[in-house]
């Protein structure tokens, strides 16, 4: 950027397991979005610059060529994407779009794909898809045209998808349809799930694991029952005490003080600590890793590190 170089994810170190379910949670500007777009390279480099390692089914793909990516992405991975209004293109039908990928892929004539298609859009809850599958996407609500961007990552069949918050547009009913619907697929055909999102009831009815990043890094993954009954981050406390609750007596919601830092700059030790109730002085310049703290329980705090109860 034209201040410097903006570190959106910094230190990431992962694994999915097949048919597993992994919540990414975060506050906005954690990196969520950023780090998986840069698993299956859709940041255009340059200005991007990504390092590591990218292990998908024992393929390198950071670094294999573009035609093997184009095999993979799309087909063996699919993408939900966050606005499914900037996802398809304006001047195309759905029709042409979601049989696109089919027709690729799958080596499908255009009436079979066509077929596949409409069954896949009337899976997710879209009424009369014979008929709306040959609309414009302008034509389509913002919920609906959601509901389309799910419609084509799982009529894949995928071995990985990647959900960035795909349920943030849809009401609670269409939501656990659409939710129901990922859990039969994964059962099925053992797709793994990476879900991004801001809805920590979703996270605790649907997801394996999870992993809570800020500022780039990962600060807490832990199995779903652990993070809740054995947070074992003060980011992660946080988090879980700004979620409204029913028979709240204070009037007021909780957030949390302060504001994150800068991805400009350079800034060493826990990046938490300027809002961390729990900071020690060493927090300021103790360098940020995971640490296992439990059965696949792991923390980014020196403090549980040490095997401190602070709550």
Not at 289 to 297: F, M, N, R, S
Request: charged share 20%; proline share 5%; with cysteine.
């Amino acid at each position: 950027m034209r201040g410097g170089t903006a570190k959106a994810v910094r230190g990431v170190s992962l694994e999915l397991d097949k048919g597993e379910i992994l919540g990414i949670v975060g506050e906005s500007g954690s990196g969520k979005t950023v780090m998986a777009h840069s698993l299956i390279r859709l940041l255009q480099q340059p200005p991007a610059r990504i390092s590591g390692n990218v292990l998908f089914e024992q393929k390198e793909l950071l670094t294999c060529s573009e035609r093997d990516l184009r095999e993979i992405r799309g087909n063996r991975i699919c993408m939900i994407f966050q606005d499914p209004s900037a996802s398809f293109n304006p001047y195309l039908r759905l029709s042409k779009q979601l049989t696109e990928a089919l027709m690729l892929h799958r080596d499908l004539g255009k009436k079979e794909a066509l077929a596949m298609a409409v069954a896949a859009l009337a899976e997710t809850g879209i009424p009369d898809p014979s008929h709306r599958i040959h609309s414009y996407p302008h034509e389509f609500s913002g919920g609906m045209l959601q509901r389309a961007m799910i419609a084509m990552a799982l009529m894949m069949r995928p071995s990985l998808v990647l959900a960035d918050e795909p349920t943030t547009a849809l009401d609670v009913t269409v939501q656990a349809q659409l939710l129901n619907l990922m859990q039969q697929l994964r059962e099925k055909y053992g797709m793994s799930l990476m879900f991004i999102t801001h809805n920590l009831g979703i996270v605790a009815g649907f997801c394996d694991r999870v992993m809570v990043m800020y500022a780039g890094r990962i600060m807490e993954s832990a199995p779903v029952e652990n993070l809740f009954t054995a947070t074992a981050h003060p980011y992660t406390r946080s988090l879980v005490r700004s979620v409204p609750k029913l028979g709240m007596t204070d009037d007021r919601l909780y957030s949390i003080p302060g504001s994150a830092p800068d991805v400009m700059s350079d800034a060493i030790g826990c990046p938490f600590y300027s809002r961390c109730e729990f900071h020690l002085e060493e927090c300021r310049a103790a360098k940020v890793k995971l640490e296992t703290i439990g059965d696949a329980h792991q923390s980014a705090c020196i403090r549980f590190k040490n095997g401190e109860q602070l709550w």
